[in-house]
């Protein structure tokens, strides 16, 4: 049986486009065939005459037998494939119209799908850019509550490199902004650094293209400090001299050596790719990691480990878990809270693990896509369907001569198949082009404190799969009822050139009305998605933080970490601090431990319930409130005698008052402090009430409020403390005063200055690129409908001409004849909006529960939304139906 | 001569193989033979032969040349291969067991 394929296979094959020579073969044959035939008739006693025309009787019609004959060579369905496409070409040729605006229509569904395709599988399939992706996993904590954390411990990260048998190559990573000297005496610059495990480079396939990578024994705690440096800091810093290994460093004010140079390729186990590597300990030395290698909870590392050959997610979960698990702690306590009790193991061979979260966040973006598709097709489906109209007398003729229905429709769907893989192309690139240069503008937009995203988005061979799928679906979305209606015309009428029965009224289809209203209720969708985004982001915009961000900067002299200040840049920040204070043009100015909206330190305390409840803080100097433009509500702002440390006292956020000591006055009452570490709870004393403010990410929930500390002497000698000065409306360019006042201050130190509203612009920035997307797509989504609705509009009018002659002939106005041209569409247009509404009313919820607390659409918006649509539609009909004014009886009626 | 009967559906390719076992033939000369030894009782639709002839070709049951008749005349001579013969082999042992099947059925119900 497998031999006898073979060999036909091989026939097959050998024949392949061979087909003019063997027919001719065949025509010689039976040539011969007829020749004996009419002499043996002639033998038998025929005229040759009559022999002549009996063998021609019984051979008959020589074409049908060389087709019956050729079923046997080469591949035949692949051969009337081509033979189709082929003339499918040259029919789309001549209307080139027809085939600009299907394959723009089809490039604009296809390229949003695989546009979104492409960030979806970048993100959540292709391997990250490490060696060997397949097994690598990233490690979570497990804690009591079966919570997940990211973070470890240096000690946990040693002690499960160490003892893990299920894993192999444990690396640690975390990423910390610092400032460094590039040469001695230079001003320093602010710069990522990329703390390591000493495996980090071997164990990813990072290799040097300048000197040697990390190793092992650089991680050792009596190493001398090392780093390796991107290939971009190499350029920037060093105009790639290959004399910059063996340099001398300062990073944070310790001495460090250049030993290498990494490859440009080398990203590492996060996208987001540092100035320089440097292995952990080194780092501590430096000051850059947070708090202590040794300290338990000190958790800051992230580990990424390979699951070894043959062990299942399972088994390395319980062995790990067995390693980190703690012992339990008092009941109660911070630490028993906080306690690691298990590991669990989450495959990371792609930058996203997709697991159905992920799914989830997926699914509104996902629709909006399809629904574009949708759109693009139903309009695809009207341009056959009035082509279909100018070709029924093609149709009939080539069905009259005896070719089959179902070869003429492959032939249609052939047509049809050429304008989706044009328009498939056309999507490729846009979505090539757009995702590549909308990414690279959001990458750029990413400040580089925390490194450079290193990743160009192309479409991969996923994308063009995942395409080809989409065009084939989409061929038989538009073009089979288009095509089966073409062909099933009645022979004789159409060979008449009868098209209707005079005055019958044409039978409308389905299809057709479903176009209409899929097509105005998938636009409805794709509006509102855009709406809800467009407005959650003016919302954002316009929320009322309880702050005035306006005119006020943030500013930070010199680079280092918390902790390692020297007493010398502690200094220079307080003389700076004072002369802004004094500079023209401030009207306020005070120091904080962290600037509204830029970061989010929060602690426990003792509510009134007695429980342990999370609250966001902050250290402040006096004056802080009229900088940032909090009211003091109650009590009193921190004094100077407050940043002694003598007094322990705090000024709660009227928001945390609330909770803390509810229906009873907050001055004066005592608050306790759950202690993170083993220390004991401290107690402080609330002397003022400030108005309520929103301080954290946009959309993040800080009900439980604020409480602020007076900064101590301490704080500001080892913390970084920015100033933030407010200054007049009048003042020109506050930030340029600054940076004299440091040049003339401190000109070796680099000064960091940035409006506060910049933060905030940073935090709409997804919003910004999000929403401004599916705008687009919304736009384009309303210009496909458009399009199709004027299309239909323009079909009806053409198909029921001798209807509408007949009512002119008859007296019927102006009225009337709009009336029986968009009667009937506009009731569609209707049915559409209706069930876009109860379609979007579901988007909106869709987006809510899985993507962003966003609220929906009120009914007033949606109900403007639907008039919008539905004056648009009514414009968009309007155009065509005017045609139909213009029918001139009497022609058309002369025509029957 | 008898009145013509229809060919039993399915046994042309086997008729032309056994007629191509006793020699190398042409297209006419297949039909030709079937008739007269089927007692001009069978005749094959030259609309059935050739695509036939082609069909057993693609199968790799019979080879073909171009070669000159007696009148010499060119014409396209079919051969029987090895794969052929053992087909006709199983077709015909086929054909015999449904043959006697079908002769056991009609002398059952004749009796």
Redesign the interface.
């Known amino acids: 049986m497998f031999?006898?394929r073979a060999?036909?296979l091989a026939?097959?094959v050998r024949?392949l486009g061979r087909h003019t020579a063997l027919e001719r073969?065949?025509d010689?044959?039976?040539a011969?065939?007829r020749?004996?035939?009419t002499r043996d008739l002639v033998h038998a006693g025929a005229t040759p005459e009559e022999a002549r025309l009996g063998a021609r009787r019984?051979?008959?019609n020589p074409l049908?037998?060389r087709e019956?004959?050729?079923?046997?060579?080469g591949f035949p369905a692949l051969e009337d494939f081509w033979r189709d496409a082929r003339f499918g070409v040259r029919t789309l040729g001549r209307s080139p119209t027809f085939v600009a605006i299907a394959v723009v229509a089809m490039g604009i569904g296809i390229g949003v799908n695989a546009g979104f395709f492409t960030l979806v599988d970048a993100f959540l399939w292709q391997p990250i850019p490490v060696a060997r992706p397949e097994r690598l996993v990233k490690l979570l904590t497990v804690d009591a509550h079966g919570g997940n954390g990211v973070r470890f411990s240096y000690a946990d990260a040693e002690r499960i490199a160490a003892h893990a048998r299920t894993v192999s190559d444990v690396v640690a990573y975390d990423a910390e902004p610092v400032g460094v000297e590039l040469t001695s005496g230079a001003p320093a610059r602010s710069a990522s650094v990329g703390l390591v495990s000493g495996n980090y480079f071997s164990a990813l396939g990072g290799t040097a293209g300048l000197g040697r990578v990390l190793s092992p024994a650089d991680a050792r705690s009596d190493a001398p400090p090392a780093i390796v440096l991107s290939d971009r800091l190499w350029t920037t810093g060093f105009a790639r001299a290959p004399t910059a290994v063996g340099r001398d460093v300062i990073v944070n004010g310790v001495h460090v050596t250049v030993v290498g140079v990494a490859q440009p390729e080398f990203i590492g186990i996060n996208p987001l790719v540092p100035d320089f590597w440097m292995a952990l300990p080194a780092g501590s030395v430096a000051g850059i990691t947070p708090g202590t290698l040794d300290d338990p909870m000190n958790r800051f590392v992230f580990l990424h480990a390979r699951l070894r050959p043959g062990v299942t997610m399972a088994q390395a979960d319980a062995e790990l878990s067995g390693i980190v698990a703690e012992p339990a702690g008092a009941p109660g306590s911070m630490a028993e809270q906080q306690r690691i009790v298990g590991m669990h193991l989450q495959p990371n061979d792609s930058m996203i693990p997709p697991d159905p979260q992920i799914a989830l966040m997926i699914a509104p973006a996902l629709l909006v896509a399809t629904l574009v598709l949708v759109i693009a097709c139903a309009n695809l489906a009207i341009l056959l369907l009035a082509r279909s109209l100018a070709r029924r007398r093609e149709m009939a003729v080539r069905l009259a001569i005896g070719a089959s229905r179902g070869r003429v429709v492959r032939q249609l769907l052939t047509e049809s198949l050429l304008v989706a893989v044009a328009g498939s192309a056309l999507g490729l690139l846009l979505a090539d082009v757009t995702v590549r240069v909308a990414s690279r503008t959001f990458f750029a937009a990413v400040p580089d404190t925390f490194g450079v995203i290193a990743l160009s988005i192309r479409p991969s061979w996923h994308t063009v799969a995942y395409t080809i799928v989409l065009a084939v679906a989409s061929v038989f979305a538009f073009g089979l009822v288009p095509a089966l209606r073409t062909t099933s015309v009645a022979l004789g009428a159409e060979l008449k050139g009868e098209d209707t029965l005079f005055g019958m009224r044409v039978r409308r289809s389905r299809f057709r009305d479903a176009l209409v209203a899929v097509q105005v209720a998938g636009c409805v969708v794709l509006l509102s998605a855009a709406a809800t985004l467009v407005r959650a982001m003016h919302d954002f915009a316009a929320t009322d933080t309880g702050l005035s961000p306006a005119h006020v900067v943030t500013a930070t002299l010199g680079l280092t970490r918390e902790g390692h200040v020297s007493q010398a840049l502690a200094a220079a920040r307080a003389r700076f601090a004072t002369r802004v204070a004094a500079t023209p043009g401030v009207v306020a100015s005070a120091r904080a431990m962290t600037a509204p909206f830029t970061a989010w330190p929060w602690m426990h305390v003792a509510g009134a319930d007695g429980g342990v409840h999370g609250v966001f803080y902050n250290r402040i100097t006096p004056g802080y409130f009229s900088v940032v433009g909090q009211r003091l509500l109650r009590g009193r702002d921190f004094a100077a005698a407050d940043t002694m440390g003598s007094a322990r006292v705090a000024i709660v956020s009227e928001s945390a008052a609330r909770w803390l000591w509810p229906g009873t006055t907050p001055i004066g009452q005592t608050l306790r402090l759950v202690s993170d570490q083993d220390s004991a709870d401290t107690f402080v004393r609330v002397v003022g009430v400030a108005s309520p403010a929103h301080n954290g990410m946009l959309w993040d929930n800080d009900a439980n409020g604020y409480i602020y500390f007076p900064a101590t002497g301490r704080d500001l000698a080892d913390r970084t403390m920015p100033v933030l000065a407010r200054g007049s409306a009048t003042s020109p360019d506050l930030s340029r005063s600054l940076r004299d006042v440091a040049t003339q201050l401190a000109p070796d130190l680099p000064l960091d200055v940035a409006p506060l509203l910049a933060e905030r612009r940073l935090q709409m920035m997804p919003f910004r690129y999000g929403a401004t997307a599916v705008a687009v797509i919304g736009a384009l989504g309303l210009a496909l409908a458009l399009v199709g609705l004027s299309g239909i509009v323009g079909l009806a009018v053409r198909q029921r001409r001798r209807d509408i002659a007949v009512h002119v002939a008859m007296g019927a106005g102006t009225r009337e004849v709009l009336r029986l041209v968009l009667d009937r569409e506009m009731r569609l247009v209707i049915i559409g909006l209706v069930v876009g509404l109860v379609l979007a009313v579901g988007e909106g919820r869709l987006i809510a529960h899985l993507v962003l607390p966003v609220p929906a659409l009120g009914a007033a918006m949606l109900v403007g939304l639907a008039l919008l649509l539905l004056a648009v539609a009514a414009l968009a009909a309007l155009v065509p139906a005017r045609l139909a004014l213009r029918i001139a009886p009497m022609q058309v009626l002369r025509q029957e | 001569m008898s009145a013509p009967a229809e060919l039993v559906p399915g046994t042309l390719e086997m008729l032309i193989l056994k007629t191509l076992s006793l020699g190398t033939l042409h297209g006419y000369g297949i039909a030709q033979h079937i008739h007269r030894l089927s007692g001009e009782v069978l005749t094959v639709e030259e609309g059935s032969l050739y695509p036939a002839l082609q069909r057993i070709q693609a199968k790799g049951w019979v080879a073909s040349e171009w070669k000159l008749t007696p009148t010499k005349r060119r014409a396209r001579y079919y051969r029987l291969t090895a794969a052929g013969r053992k087909q006709l082999g199983l077709e015909s042992s086929s054909f015999q067991r449904t043959m006697q099947a079908i002769a056991r059925i009609m002398r059952a119900t004749e009796g």
Not at chain 1, 68 to 73: E, G, I, P, Y
């Open positions: 031999m006898l060999r036909a026939y097959r024949t073969e065949v010689d044959e039976l011969f065939h020749e004996m035939l019984r051979l008959g049908v037998l019956r004959s050729a079923d046997a060579w």
